[in-house]
């Protein structure tokens, strides 16, 4: 039935250069995550904005970033931004592939978590004599990401998981890159391949988890 | 000195001050009385300049509330509010709700913050109570958190807006007594209230509010003891 006899050596052997992929892996979701965190907050308060400017370029990013497929997302901004001039490498582009997503994600959980605290929390803030800014960032944002929280942490699992499509734009030094650059040497798929399904699933399991004990420690009220 | 000239307050077609003259002295306790929707915590949030008016003028020790260069945010040290919902900040601690706006707006130091803070909060009766959310509290003990966090700034003035309309009723108790404490202070306060007994008890003067007007105002104990206007009377009946 089989006709495939496997080889685990060279996939124990491979193992710490695919272990530094991780690493890299969970950088690029790292940075993408708070990168896309800090825009989905503008954006955000764009979906609620009666400025009908600002209103229209969120809308147009969330749209764009949650009805077309994360790997179009990567290729524009490795080729189509290529094609208009500007060069980034394939690491950039798909830190600013994947930011991109996310930012289009959470602003539509953000706005839900903002849509659920009650204006009478900015009221206080602001009879207190706070300003408009002073009473989001000190009141509002805070209760906020409690509220979306586990949104946040799903978005983290599904970043670090869309780096792997890094190896369409040529990336070859995160945990996908690195175990195809094993792969086409040795052709030894399955082994590398069943290899680094494990550790992203490590890795993501461990994004959770470290996620509920913050969580835990964070939010005590 | 609070002074409230012929202000006139409108939610889209719908007019809820119809030119409302008032003037409160320092040290002076003055409630204000009337059914719902009369336009009573209305007022309230234009002192203070959270709702804009329509028209007239209010002046808080001179400065036009809505005046376009009033700088809203440094008025608003001068005069606390409490609101009926009292409006913890849920994820800060019961000391930290207090601290956050003598730190951030007020820009004092940590450690003053926390005197300033807890000194208040022991005042109204809370020193047990500093490190704990708001979440743990009764709704009498949030509401007189909110008095705290009002008091640590410190303010000339102190508006309430029916601060115990939604509390159980064997909570009201503890809040007046913070209130009763206030006014014994000399703290210059106006209350919009439905505890009538409670505003003649403790107010140097009482406001009927109806319909958007003032109807009778004058000494607590003639305005609810002896009234002279039909609407009141029938007011107090309905109430009393």
Redesign the interface.
């Not at chain 1, 803030?125 to 300003?131: E, P």
């Given at each position: 039935m089989f006709n495939y006899t496997f080889h685990w050596r060279p996939a124990f052997n491979a193992l710490p250069r695919m272990f530094e992929g991780a690493l890299v892996s969970l950088q690029i979701a790292v940075l993408s995550l708070v990168i896309g965190t800090a825009i989905a907050v503008v954006l955000a308060l764009g979906r609620r904005s009666d400025n009908r400017l600002f209103y229209g370029f969120a809308t147009g990013w969330v749209e764009l970033a949650r009805n077309t497929p994360a790997l179009f997302q990567v290729y524009m901004t490795y080729f189509g931004l290529g094609s208009l001039g500007i060069h980034l490498d394939s690491y950039a582009s798909l830190l600013v592939g994947i930011s991109f997503n996310n930012a289009g994600y959470l602003a539509e959980s953000f706005r839900g978590g903002l849509n659920a605290i009650?204006e009478?929390?900015t009221?206080?803030?602001?009879?207190?004599?706070?300003?408009a800014t002073?009473a989001f960032r000190?009141?509002v944002l805070?209760?906020m990401f409690?509220i979306v929280f586990y949104p946040l942490t799903n978005q983290m699992v599904w970043a670090l998981l869309m780096t792997s499509l890094g190896v369409t734009v040529g990336l070859n030094t995160d945990l996908t890159g690195v175990t195809q650059e094993l792969n086409v040497r040795t052709f030894r798929t399955f082994e590398y391949f069943l290899f680094a399904a494990v550790i992203y699933y490590l890795m993501a399991k461990f994004i959770t988890l470290s996620a509920r004990l913050l969580a835990w420690r964070l939010?005590?009220? | 000195m609070i002074e409230i000239e012929n202000v006139r307050k409108s939610f889209g077609p719908l007019e809820v001050l119809k030119g409302v003259s008032l003037a409160v002295q320092k040290g002076e306790v003055l409630s204000i009385i009337g059914g719902s929707g009369s336009g009573k915590s209305t007022l309230l949030m234009c002192i203070?300049g959270?709702e804009p008016i329509q028209g007239g003028r209010i002046l808080v020790d001179g400065t036009d509330v809505h005046a376009p260069g009033t700088d809203l945010?440094?008025l608003?040290?001068r005069i606390?509010?409490v609101?009926q919902?009292w409006?913890a900040?849920?994820?800060l601690t019961v000391l930290e709700n207090v601290m956050?706006?003598p730190r951030?707006?007020?820009g004092k130091g940590r450690r003053e913050a926390e005197e300033i803070a807890a000194k208040n909060l022991r005042h109204v009766g809370l020193g047990e109570k500093l490190s704990v959310?708001?979440?743990k509290l009764s709704g009498g003990q949030q509401q007189r958190m909110?008095i705290a966090?009002?008091l640590a700034?410190s303010p000339d003035y102190m508006l309430f807006d029916e601060v115990t309309s939604a509390l159980d009723p064997q909570l009201v108790g503890e809040v007046l007594d913070t209130l009763r404490m206030l006014s014994d202070e000399g703290m210059t306060m106006i209350l919009v209230t439905h505890e009538i007994r409670f505003a003649r008890d403790v107010s140097d003067r009482v406001a009927f509010f109806h319909k958007g007007v003032i109807h009778e105002i004058g000494p607590a104990r003639e305005v609810i003891g002896n009234p002279q206007m039909p609407e009141t009377i029938d007011f107090l009946k309905s109430v009393l």
């Open positions: 009650p009478t929390q009221r206080a803030a602001r009879s207190l004599g706070m300003g002073q000190l009141v805070p209760q409690r939010f005590r009220y | 203070n959270l945010n440094r608003r040290r606390g509010i609101f919902q409006n900040f849920p994820h956050l706006a951030k707006v007020l959310y708001p979440s909110a966090r009002a700034m």
